[in-house]
Protein backbone atom coordinates (compact mmCIF):
# COMPACT_ATOMS: atom_id res chain seq x y z
CA UNK A 1 0.00 0.00 0.00
CA UNK A 2 0.73 3.95 -0.15
CA UNK A 3 2.58 5.30 2.68
CA UNK A 4 4.87 8.19 3.81
CA UNK A 5 8.56 8.33 6.01
CA UNK A 6 9.06 11.53 7.24
CA UNK A 7 12.11 12.60 8.98
CA UNK A 8 12.11 12.36 13.31
CA UNK A 9 11.57 15.37 14.84
CA UNK A 10 11.71 17.83 16.40
CA UNK A 11 14.03 19.69 14.42
CA UNK A 12 15.40 22.91 16.00
CA UNK A 13 17.05 25.72 14.35
CA UNK A 14 18.01 29.65 14.28
CA UNK A 15 16.62 32.00 12.22
CA UNK A 16 17.81 32.36 9.02
CA UNK A 17 19.29 29.14 8.95
CA UNK A 18 18.74 26.58 6.20
CA UNK A 19 15.62 24.02 6.78
CA UNK A 20 15.66 20.47 5.14
CA UNK A 21 12.71 18.22 6.29
CA UNK A 22 13.11 14.38 4.10
CA UNK A 23 10.75 12.76 3.00
CA UNK A 24 10.39 9.24 0.95
CA UNK A 25 7.47 7.51 -0.58
CA UNK A 26 5.84 4.53 -1.15
CA UNK A 27 3.16 4.20 -3.78
CA UNK A 28 2.55 2.69 -6.62
CA UNK A 29 1.73 4.50 -10.32
CA UNK A 30 1.85 8.16 -10.10
CA UNK A 31 0.89 9.66 -7.07
CA UNK A 32 0.68 13.40 -5.80
CA UNK A 33 2.54 14.84 -3.48
CA UNK A 34 1.95 17.31 -0.80
CA UNK A 35 2.83 19.15 2.02
CA UNK A 36 1.14 20.41 4.93
CA UNK A 37 2.08 22.93 7.61
CA UNK A 38 0.00 22.40 11.49
CA UNK A 39 0.38 25.91 13.73
CA UNK A 40 -0.29 25.46 17.29
CA UNK A 41 -3.95 25.04 17.78
CA UNK A 42 -5.02 25.01 14.25
CA UNK A 43 -5.79 22.73 11.78
CA UNK A 44 -3.38 21.47 8.55
CA UNK A 45 -2.95 23.85 5.91
CA UNK A 46 -1.81 23.22 2.76
CA UNK A 47 1.88 24.91 2.29
CA UNK A 48 3.08 23.26 -1.45
CA UNK A 49 2.01 20.47 -4.21
CA UNK A 50 3.63 18.77 -7.04
CA UNK A 51 1.65 16.39 -8.90
CA UNK A 52 3.80 15.00 -11.64
CA UNK A 53 7.61 13.49 -11.77
CA UNK A 54 9.93 16.53 -11.64
CA UNK A 55 7.52 19.22 -10.56
CA UNK A 56 8.86 21.71 -8.25
CA UNK A 57 6.46 22.94 -5.68
CA UNK A 58 6.68 26.47 -3.96
CA UNK A 59 5.01 28.71 -1.47
CA UNK A 60 5.76 30.89 0.99
CA UNK A 61 9.94 30.24 0.67
CA UNK A 62 9.17 26.74 0.74
CA UNK A 63 10.22 24.43 -1.85
CA UNK A 64 9.56 20.60 -2.69
CA UNK A 65 10.75 18.38 -5.57
CA UNK A 66 9.07 15.52 -7.00
CA UNK A 67 12.01 12.98 -7.25
CA UNK A 68 10.31 9.50 -8.54
CA UNK A 69 14.03 8.39 -9.29
CA UNK A 70 14.59 8.57 -5.35
CA UNK A 71 10.84 8.47 -4.02
CA UNK A 72 11.25 11.76 -2.15
CA UNK A 73 10.00 14.99 -1.92
CA UNK A 74 12.00 16.82 0.09
CA UNK A 75 11.35 20.69 1.76
CA UNK A 76 13.47 22.99 2.04
CA UNK A 77 13.67 26.68 3.01
CA UNK A 78 16.58 28.78 2.49
CA UNK A 79 16.25 31.13 5.32
CA UNK A 80 13.65 30.19 8.41
CA UNK A 81 12.14 32.42 10.39
CA UNK A 82 10.26 32.25 13.90
CA UNK A 83 7.02 31.88 12.34
CA UNK A 84 7.56 28.99 10.33
CA UNK A 85 7.92 27.01 13.65
CA UNK A 86 5.08 24.47 13.22
CA UNK A 87 4.75 20.81 12.89
CA UNK A 88 5.21 19.80 8.89
CA UNK A 89 3.71 16.38 7.18
CA UNK A 90 4.43 15.36 3.79
CA UNK A 91 1.22 13.48 2.39
CA UNK A 92 0.52 11.71 -1.08
CA UNK A 93 -2.37 10.80 -2.45
CA UNK A 94 -2.57 7.94 -5.08
CA UNK A 95 -3.79 8.26 -8.50
CA UNK A 96 -6.58 5.84 -8.05
CA UNK A 97 -7.79 7.58 -4.84
CA UNK A 98 -9.07 10.14 -3.27
CA UNK A 99 -7.80 9.88 0.68
CA UNK A 100 -4.02 11.23 1.70
CA UNK A 101 -1.82 9.08 3.12
CA UNK A 102 0.14 11.41 5.95
CA UNK A 103 3.53 10.77 7.16
CA UNK A 104 3.77 11.28 11.00
CA UNK A 105 4.73 14.90 10.97
CA UNK A 106 8.08 16.70 11.54
CA UNK A 107 8.25 19.74 14.32
CA UNK A 108 9.82 22.62 13.86
CA UNK A 109 11.26 25.04 16.24
CA UNK A 110 13.16 28.33 14.78
CA UNK A 111 14.79 30.09 17.98
CA UNK A 112 15.59 33.71 16.99
CA UNK B 1 -15.47 32.24 2.83
CA UNK B 2 -15.89 30.78 6.55
CA UNK B 3 -13.68 27.66 6.23
CA UNK B 4 -14.49 24.21 7.75
CA UNK B 5 -16.15 24.78 10.81
CA UNK B 6 -15.94 22.59 13.50
CA UNK B 7 -17.52 22.00 16.77
CA UNK B 8 -17.06 22.18 19.65
CA UNK B 9 -13.13 23.03 20.00
CA UNK B 10 -12.75 21.21 22.94
CA UNK B 11 -14.80 18.67 24.56
CA UNK B 12 -14.13 16.27 27.82
CA UNK B 13 -16.35 13.90 29.02
CA UNK B 14 -16.18 10.76 31.16
CA UNK B 15 -15.92 7.34 29.66
CA UNK B 16 -19.29 6.07 29.06
CA UNK B 17 -20.59 8.83 27.93
CA UNK B 18 -21.88 9.72 24.07
CA UNK B 19 -19.60 12.09 22.45
CA UNK B 20 -21.09 14.05 19.05
CA UNK B 21 -18.65 16.15 17.23
CA UNK B 22 -20.06 18.58 14.46
CA UNK B 23 -18.70 19.21 10.84
CA UNK B 24 -19.80 21.96 8.44
CA UNK B 25 -17.92 21.36 5.04
CA UNK B 26 -16.86 24.63 2.80
CA UNK B 27 -20.22 25.83 0.63
CA UNK B 28 -19.39 23.59 -2.44
CA UNK B 29 -17.23 21.21 -1.92
CA UNK B 30 -18.91 17.05 -2.40
CA UNK B 31 -16.18 15.23 -0.44
CA UNK B 32 -15.97 15.26 3.32
CA UNK B 33 -13.40 13.35 5.13
CA UNK B 34 -13.03 12.84 9.17
CA UNK B 35 -9.64 11.88 10.57
CA UNK B 36 -8.00 11.37 14.41
CA UNK B 37 -4.96 12.78 15.05
CA UNK B 38 -2.98 10.92 18.01
CA UNK B 39 0.76 11.19 18.78
CA UNK B 40 1.09 7.21 18.58
CA UNK B 41 -0.43 6.78 15.47
CA UNK B 42 -0.38 10.50 13.72
CA UNK B 43 -3.00 11.37 11.59
CA UNK B 44 -5.60 8.64 10.66
CA UNK B 45 -8.00 8.57 7.61
CA UNK B 46 -11.59 7.68 9.59
CA UNK B 47 -14.55 7.78 6.92
CA UNK B 48 -14.67 9.61 3.58
CA UNK B 49 -18.24 11.02 2.47
CA UNK B 50 -18.87 12.11 -1.45
CA UNK B 51 -22.07 13.60 -2.55
CA UNK B 52 -22.93 12.79 1.12
CA UNK B 53 -22.29 8.95 0.61
CA UNK B 54 -20.28 7.26 3.36
CA UNK B 55 -17.97 5.68 0.65
CA UNK B 56 -14.33 4.69 3.09
CA UNK B 57 -15.26 3.60 6.26
CA UNK B 58 -12.96 1.38 6.65
CA UNK B 59 -10.44 3.32 9.23
CA UNK B 60 -13.34 3.46 11.94
CA UNK B 61 -11.80 1.80 14.88
CA UNK B 62 -15.03 0.15 16.22
CA UNK B 63 -18.83 0.05 16.08
CA UNK B 64 -18.75 2.61 18.65
CA UNK B 65 -17.72 4.78 16.25
CA UNK B 66 -20.36 6.65 13.33
CA UNK B 67 -20.84 9.26 10.97
CA UNK B 68 -23.43 10.55 9.01
CA UNK B 69 -24.00 13.57 6.30
CA UNK B 70 -27.95 14.50 5.97
CA UNK B 71 -26.96 16.90 3.95
CA UNK B 72 -24.45 18.63 1.72
CA UNK B 73 -23.65 21.15 4.67
CA UNK B 74 -23.52 19.08 7.50
CA UNK B 75 -21.76 15.75 9.35
CA UNK B 76 -21.80 14.50 12.62
CA UNK B 77 -19.19 11.77 14.07
CA UNK B 78 -20.22 9.70 17.14
CA UNK B 79 -18.88 7.97 19.55
CA UNK B 80 -21.04 6.02 22.05
CA UNK B 81 -19.86 4.71 24.28
CA UNK B 82 -16.42 6.83 24.79
CA UNK B 83 -13.58 5.27 26.55
CA UNK B 84 -10.24 6.89 27.49
CA UNK B 85 -8.27 5.95 23.93
CA UNK B 86 -10.50 7.92 21.92
CA UNK B 87 -8.76 10.83 23.33
CA UNK B 88 -7.29 12.73 20.40
CA UNK B 89 -7.67 15.65 18.14
CA UNK B 90 -10.51 14.64 15.66
CA UNK B 91 -10.65 17.10 11.88
CA UNK B 92 -12.76 17.55 9.73
CA UNK B 93 -11.64 18.06 5.89
CA UNK B 94 -13.49 18.97 2.93
CA UNK B 95 -12.17 19.27 -0.73
CA UNK B 96 -13.80 19.04 -4.05
CA UNK B 97 -13.75 15.97 -5.67
CA UNK B 98 -12.63 14.90 -9.54
CA UNK B 99 -9.90 16.18 -11.67
CA UNK B 100 -6.97 17.88 -10.33
CA UNK B 101 -5.48 17.46 -7.06
CA UNK B 102 -8.46 18.60 -5.38
CA UNK B 103 -6.74 20.18 -2.09
CA UNK B 104 -8.06 19.41 1.21
CA UNK B 105 -9.09 22.44 3.54
CA UNK B 106 -9.02 21.00 7.09
CA UNK B 107 -11.14 22.68 10.07
CA UNK B 108 -9.33 23.44 13.67
CA UNK B 109 -10.43 20.62 15.06
CA UNK B 110 -12.25 18.98 18.09
CA UNK B 111 -9.83 18.19 20.96
CA UNK B 112 -11.69 15.39 22.60
CA UNK B 113 -10.63 13.72 25.85
CA UNK B 114 -12.27 10.92 27.58
CA UNK B 115 -11.65 10.70 31.14
Known amino acids: GNSVTQMEGPVTLSEEAFLTINCTYT??????LFWYVQYPGEGLQLLLKATKADDKGSNKGFEATYRKETTSFHLEKGSVQVSDSAVYFCALRGNSGYALNFGKGTSLLVTP | DAGVIQSPRHEVTEMGQEVTLRCKPI?????LFWYRQTMMRGLELLIY????????DSGMPEDRFSAKMPNASFSTLKIQPSEPRDSAVYFCASSTAGTGTYEQYFGPGTRLTVT
Open chain 1, 27 to 32: ATGYPS
Open chain 2, 27 to 31: SGHNS
Open chain 2, 49 to 56: FNNNVPID
